[in-house]
């Protein structure tokens, strides 16, 4: 379950993400009534098996089966923000204009697991998922060729990477692109590695926080250019990240942290 609002009294609109058919909106009728079969499906984050019924405009919740509702995930705020936001960044990946990506369903989930696990490592973890998902819309940033001209650059001339077009440059091409930024050795490999490893696998790597802060620099352009906008709940955390490094307590919204973000 990537994220719901409530419809009416009882009710909700759940947006689902299927291994099947990808991103889903259906509605849980009566869900918000704790004593609802529906209450625990409806969770976010919560893995489960659904059975729908054709509805109106919407498919319907007629049945489930809750497999997984990833509870420690809702133990600490900013671990329950980071959680989110991988869900609200699917989500936007997922959004109707594009074909569903089910290889993100097994990535969101081991995602999950790991944030759960290790979640002094959730930098790593958004920044490798951010990567995927890139990857997974046919964007993966490109470092052995010029991304707009498209020669092959064989390690060579590999420094400047335009965060817009989502690649390096070559000679020709960095001149005219206003937004270069020069990435070293260890900023690429780590880039390499978020492409090429099992996120599982990627946590063994000892990757500074310095250098995954130079790939978010790299990054968060590139994802701003191929989604338009990023969900509020990455505003949210960097808002958090920000307060943190310069030693400010952080503060959760009155409403309650479950509640936050209302949209994405
Ligand atoms: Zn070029």
Known sequence: MLHRID??????????????HGRISAVAKGSRRPTSRLSGATEP???????????????????CEV???FPTLRGDFETLMC?????DLTACILSEERAA????????????????????????????YEMKSLAALGYEPALDRCALCGLKLNGQGTDYYSPSVGGVLCEKDRSQSS???RLNDEVKQAIALMLCTELHDLLSHPIQPAIISQVKRALTPTLYGRLDRLPRSREFLDSLQMKREKGIPASQPHTGARSFPAEF
């Open 7 to 20: 419809l009416g009294e009882t009710d909700r609109i759940v947006t689902l993400f299927t291994r099947e």
């Open 45 to 63: 984050f919560t893995v489960a098996r659904l059975l729908m019924a054709t509805g109106k405009s919407l498919d319907v919740i007629s049945q």
């Open 67 to 69: 497999r997984e509702t």
């Open 83 to 87: 959680a989110t936001y991988l869900c």
């Open 101 to 128: 990506q089910p290889v993100l369903y097994d990535e969101l989930l081991s995602a999950l697991y790991l944030v759960q696990l290790h979640p002094e490592r959730t930098d790593l973890i958004m920044r490798a």
């Open 179 to 181: 937004d270069r930024i």
